[in-house]
């Protein structure tokens, strides 16, 4: 009997859709994980990642990296030296050119281009979890190939599903990225404006009968000094582990997703899981996500994010919303559809 097929998951950090990649690819592989976190928390842990980087891709048949950046330069480069398979998931920031807020690889950092092409060219099967991240990556940096896919990502819905009555509420979750926050006065980076909180708390100054809440990292003063006096109807909620953030989709009758650029947005798809009814801007991770099932913003005002908002709360249940998420984002899709692709690069395994 042949032996079971190695695949060497990499990542920068943690999060739920990597952990979620690892539990569907230990079903079929044996798996081992490395991070880059340890070297970029300290420059003097170089030696030894590099080392374990190497030690992890001798050993496998395949690397699986989630996010083209330029610290997976290293990991294709390897893998082509020592002849293993590499397969690439892009996730959204690091093909993204939105100059007007700051936001993406290119526009932060202009030199690590080469690098992004670099892996984008080089790497055996390019994965990427929307169809606007593949048309990006070709008018952005000029990457057109065959062997690229659109895979999204997989969501639970046993987890994430409709459980008792709801509130009249509002709700968004943001978590910011925090170090384009420290440098932001001289990057110029808007994270309030890029996950659409901006529009959402002044949605909520127009809309006082109604309860709008925000879970995330973005404290109380973090938005006083970006936004003044906040509205009384605004409720916050600080981060919260994965896992309780379903009760708030399962007490709130309509989710938004009101940000700039966005993938495939993994707390819109839950929320949608969860029965609520979705409002989102006109983007491609959004209106992918939502289709028919939901509200688009017709022009980024808190004005028309309002009407979009009443309609919802008019609408009815959200059980539309949560079947779109079944038949086309499931864990079991997205299961299938790696399997399918790593089994076609390095062939399956005993």
């Not at 993204?96 to 807020?101: D, G, M, N, Q, R």
């Not at 947005?265 to 959004?286: H, Q, R, S, Y």
């Amino acid at each position: 009997m042949n032996r079971r097929r190695r695949i060497l998951l990499t990542y920068i950090r943690d999060s739920p859709f990597i952990n979620t990649d690892l539990h569907l690819l230990e079903k079929h592989y044996d798996v081992r994980t490395f991070s880059f976190s340890a070297f970029r928390k300290d420059k003097r842990n170089l030696p030894r990642s590099i080392w374990g980087l190497i030690t992890g891709i001798t050993w496998c048949d395949a690397t699986f990296t989630w996010f083209a950046d330029y610290h997976v330069y290293t990991v294709v480069q390897l893998s082509r030296l020592l002849n293993k398979k590499s397969i690439v998931m892009v996730g959204g920031y690091e093909v993204a050119k939105l100059p007007e807020i700051s936001y993406g690889r290119l526009v932060l950092n202009p030199g690590m281009g080469g690098l992004i092409r670099y892996v984008l060219k080089k790497a055996d099967r390019l994965l990427f979890v929307g169809d606007s991240l593949r048309e990006e990556a070709k008018t952005n940096l000029g990457i057109e190939r065959k062997n690229s896919y659109v895979v999204p990502t997989g969501h639970d819905q046993s987890k994430f599903k409709p459980v008792g009555d709801r509130f009249n509420r509002i709700l968004t979750v943001g978590y910011l990225d925090q170090m384009p926050i420290r440098n932001s006065k001289k990057n110029g980076f808007d994270p309030f404006k890029r996950k659409g909180l901006d529009l959402f708390i002044e949605t909520a100054r127009i809309m006082p009968d109604i309860e709008f809440l925000l879970v995330g990292d973005a404290s109380e003063k973090l938005l006083r000094d970006r936004f003044g006096q906040l509205p009384s109807n605004l409720k916050l909620v600080g981060p919260v582990p994965h896992d309780r953030l379903v009760k708030y989709y399962q007490e709130s009758k309509v989710y938004c997703q009101l940000s700039i650029h966005e993938g495939l947005p993994t707390a819109l798809c839950e929320a949608m899981l969860c029965g609520c009814i979705p409002v989102g801007t006109k983007i491609g991770g959004v209106v992918m996500a939502m289709g028919d099932t939901g509200f688009i913003v017709d022009g980024r005002t808190p004005e028309k994010t309002a009407e979009a908002i009443r309609k919802a709360l008019m609408s009815g249940s959200g059980e539309k919303a949560r079947q779109r998420i079944i038949e086309n984002f499931s864990l079991e899709i997205r299961e299938r559809n790696l399997v399918e692709i790593i089994d076609e690069l390095i062939g399956a395994g005993g």
